[in-house]
């Protein structure tokens, strides 16, 4: 195995699998497994999709051919409840994560997620090249909705971190920050509402 969690060789894969699949068919209660699991995928920072330097999902723990597809459920259950998930919303990979199987894994990560890191930086409006305040706002809107499509909100704990670049006494300024926190306000609100714990943490 390679040191991203990759076998180099398809047989090596095949070995795996046996041995996973006597251990998940055979070898202990699932209880047990779980703790198994935990040790195998608890990232102790915040794991970014993408960041080769953190595990991701494509790591053999949680390939089909590698460990079987019924483990491979199992072990994303714990992944996915037990980290947590960082997000820069200005990339728009938020909504696609929570609507889709973006990994192959059987499932959409909101399933099962339960901690999130989320960032996003707003500059003055003549900083974007070609991009209107609307269409700014839009993908902002678009991101943070996205969440209130994950099952357990209850047990969803969120942190928002919100850095913008605005000069004081700047009206155009001023009113584009208060667009962003009307933007703000519903998907917050809905989560609020819904039980999840948030934390909005704002820089200027």
Not at 50 to 57: D, K, R, V
Not at 156 to 167: E, I, P, Q
């Amino acid at each position: 195995m390679d040191g991203k969690g990759h076998f180099p060789c398809p047989e090596q894969g095949l070995q795996c699998r046996f041995v996973a699949t006597q251990f998940y068919a055979r070898a202990f209660p699932r209880e047990i497994r779980d703790l198994i699991y935990f040790y195998l995928v608890d990232c102790p920072d915040i794991i970014m999709f993408g960041n080769p330097h953190l595990m991701q999902p494509t790591h053999f723990t949680m390939d089909p051919l590698a460990v079987g597809l019924p483990m491979v459920r199992e072990v994303a259950e714990m992944y996915f409840t037990q980290n947590t998930f960082g997000f820069a919303l200005e990339r728009g990979d938020l909504a696609s994560t929570m609507t889709d199987d973006p990994f192959g894994l059987g499932f959409p990560p909101r399933d099962y997620i339960r901690s999130l890191h989320l960032t996003t930086s707003f500059r003055p409006l003549d900083q974007y090249r070609g991009v209107t305040e609307e269409e700014v706002l839009t993908l902002f809107y678009e991101q943070l909705k996205s969440l209130t499509l994950i099952t357990r909100k209850d047990r969803l704990c969120v942190n928002v971190l919100l850095d913008t670049h605005f000069s004081d006494n700047d009206t155009k300024h001023e009113r584009m920050m208060l667009n962003i926190l009307e933007v703000l306000r519903q998907p917050i609100y809905d989560l609020m509402h819904a039980g999840t714990k948030l934390d909005l943490t704002h820089h200027n």
